[in-house]
């Protein structure tokens, strides 16, 4: 299958990115400043993801349509205002996830966000769920473009005016160069920022005006260690169709309401082990010195039985220190548990720790 | 100080009486980015040519440092294992990784000059 290219591959190319096979996408990998660089940039400055490989999903329709997608995600959208957005899964009967996404109620319905990889099969197992009552429409004109650090604000609001009064978790449409964009202020990097919803002919002019305002493009890698030091879960790491938000500890993006009564898919399941606890949970792991422990790192306890598994694993730049996220039997959950983690045939000690590891800068509310 | 030589793993090595130095090259750096840990073998361990003999990882994974030539294991270079950034910036200088007294100069032989390097670095690379 031919790899499949965003609106600003050539962008990327004249900003000499590496490039590596993500989802199908030729995405950036880094710029010439390396990893490093582009993550403390990000945290001090401003840095431009592409993220048009995740999908845009787009479904229209009234209260009929809000009635019919509390039966699939654990939210209560009846209660959810116009232009707010809640993260959330797609789940099946066992409560394994599929998905993580973003949903956010907009004036002609809903707008998903979906990973790259699960995109079409979420697209696939919705219409199947939905059935032909609702229009649905997976975006490819648009593309996605997220900006994120604390002078992103100011960046973007020079050139949409406004956007600095939307608070965290809420979006709008906004009028700019005269087209229609929907933006949010929200990310995936434990930093004030903004997703930026925007047609395809248009996203290289705007991204250029934004370097041009003093934002830089980040790559994948340093998206990859941000959302690692903001305790942020990757799908395909983190979160599998093996693993439940109760387990993924995700129990918060769960709404309250929804526990009581049920109705949801993957319920049950998810009522039995909110009662009952999870067999193993998901925590923060920091290795003691410098040694990085991968993904698929086995956990050991001092009694030499394996205990869980690493699932994502990098060197924190901000934090300036190895970090990792990882699956623990229950009884080895809690912050400042020693564990052991199987590097290259020898057991290194590390603990439990609580996330994030670095602290999130969110905006709660303006003014 | 005698020529300086190059594997097709990316090591460089320099002879000095019998004890060679040997660290990463500079083209391997470039396709590791940014180096964030660095383990070195033991002082006074044997270690044979084309073994493994240390650990470089990067923000985004994990490779291994071979030997290209055999010998015992004279000193190692704490500075990378305390800054692993040093490697990036010195490579091919302050940055060496450890020092071997070498079994038999004859390995030395299939090992590349500076030129055949540069050359097989670009053919790989692209």
């Known amino acids: ?367 | 100080m005698s020529e300086v030589k190059f594997s097709k793993e990316h090591e460089w090595i320099a002879l000095e009486g019998d004890v060679a130095t040997i660290g990463i090259t500079k083209h391997a750096t470039e396709m590791l980015g940014d180096i964030v840990f660095a383990e070195l073998p033991e002082k006074g361990s044997n270690v044979e040519k084309d073994g493994t003999a240390g650990v470089v990882e990067s923000t985004k994974a994990a490779s291994d440092v071979y030997t290209p030539v055999s010998g015992e294991v004279v000193d190692t270079n704490q500075s990378i294992v305390d800054d692993p950034a040093k490697i990036n910036e010195d490579p091919e200088g302050g940055a060496w990784f450890f020092k071997l007294k070498i079994k038999d100069t004859s390995e030395l032989d299939t090992l590349m000059n500076k030129e055949e390097y540069d050359k097989f670095a670009k053919e790989t690379s692209s």
């Open chain 1, 1 to 367: 299958m031919e790899i499949k290219k965003t609106s600003l591959n050539k962008l990327h190319q004249s900003n000499n990115a590496k490039f590596v096979e993500f989802a199908g996408y030729e995405m950036p990998i880094q710029y010439s400043k390396g990893i490093i660089e582009e993550h403390k940039f990000t945290r001090s400055n401003s840095g431009i993801f592409d993220v048009s490989h995740m999908g845009q999903l787009f479904i229209y329709g009234d209260e009929s349509l809000t009635e019919e997608l509390e039966k699939i995600f654990p939210l209560d959208l009846k209660n959810l205002k116009q232009n707010c957005s809640k993260y959330s899964f797609l789940m099946n009967e066992e409560a394994g996830i599929y998905d993580d996404l973003i949903i956010t109620k907009i004036e002609e319905g809903y707008l998903i966000i979906l990973n790259a990889a699960c995109k079409d099969k979420d697209f696939e197992i919705l219409s199947n769920l939905l059935g032909s009552k609702f229009k649905m429409n997976l975006d490819n004109n648009r593309s996605l473009i997220a900006i994120q650090g604390p002078k992103s604000v100011e960046i973007l609001n020079s050139i949409i005016n406004g956007v600095d009064q939307l608070s965290f978790m809420t979006g709008n449409w906004f009028d700019s160069d005269n087209q229609k964009l929907f933006v949010t202020r929200s990310g995936y990097t434990g930093e004030d920022g903004f997703e930026i919803s925007i047609s395809n002919d248009k996203a290289e002019k705007f991204v250029e005006n934004l370097i041009e305002k003093g934002a830089q493009l980040i790559g994948l890698g340093a998206r990859d260690t941000l959302r690692l030091e903001a305790g942020l879960c990757l799908y395909g790491h983190e979160l599998d169709i093996n693993k439940t938000p109760v387990e993924a500890n995700l129990r918060w993006a769960i709404s309250k309401s929804r526990l009581s009564n049920g109705g949801f898919i993957g319920s049950k399941k998810i009522m039995n082990q909110i009662q009952d606890g999870a067999s193993k949970i998901r925590v923060g792991i920091k290795p003691q010195g410098r040694l990085i422990a991968r993904e698929k790192t086995k956990i050991f306890d001092d009694t030499d039985k394996q205990i869980g598994e690493i699932t994502s694993g990098t060197f924190g730049p901000s934090v300036n220190g190895p970090i990792a996220m990882g699956y623990v039997d229950k009884e080895f959950s809690k912050v400042d548990t020693k564990i052991l983690l199987e590097v290259r045939g020898k057991k290194h000690p590390a603990n439990v720790c609580a996330l994030p590891f670095y602290k999130k800068n969110y905006v709660k509310g303006v003014n």
